[in-house]
């Protein structure tokens, strides 16, 4: 009997960068805006093609965006779904903290 030894890596907080994504961040932030809209579509009861009407959008990439397939989707129009869909959106533009770094985008959900 032989065992092999099992090397384990520690991931960041971003799976995507994990992979190698050059657009890590922004599917990051994808990533959740598809969770949010589909735990709403999820919390109001609504089917997806009742979500697609109150949205604007068709079934089929309401069905893709809570599936996170959210390729084709801008991160724009995912924040305006999420607005449809009961929250206020908020953006916030402000200095950086650390000198000279470059800034970051950021989501929180309240």
Avoid: W
């Avoid at 960041?12 to 994808?30: H, P």
């Amino acid at each position: 009997m032989s065992t092999s030894e099992i090397t384990i890596e520690q991931g960041s907080a971003n799976v995507y960068e994990d992979l190698g994504y050059a657009d890590a961040a922004e599917m990051q932030r994808k990533s959740t805006l598809a969770a949010e809209i589909a735990r709403c579509i999820k919390a109001r009861h609504l089917s997806q093609a009742e979500a697609a009407e109150l949205l604007g959008i068709d079934q089929s990439k309401i069905s893709r965006i809570t599936r996170g397939l959210f390729r084709g989707v801008s991160e724009q129009k995912m924040l305006e779904l999420v607005a449809k869909l009961g929250h206020d959106v908020r953006i916030v533009v402000g200095p950086v903290k650390r000198n000279k770094a470059p800034g970051k985008i950021q989501l929180e959900l309240a």
